[in-house]
């Protein structure tokens, strides 16, 4: 499957939650890679 093809089927949200990642309102969430308490991470 090609990125294009994922992107065609799937959501962003779809995506982070496979991940268990929850965004707020604005897209953010904690980064993955250190810890943080609150979000600092966009995503798009």
Known sequence: MEI???KQHLTL???L????LKPDK???I???F???K?????VY
């Open 4 to 6: 294009q093809d994922i």
């Open 13 to 15: 949200l779809q995506v």
């Open 17 to 20: 939650k496979y991940y268990n």
């Open 26 to 28: 604005n897209n953010r």
């Open 30 to 32: 904690c980064c993955p």
């Open 34 to 36: 250190h810890e943080d």
């Open 38 to 42: 609150t979000q600092s991470m966009q």
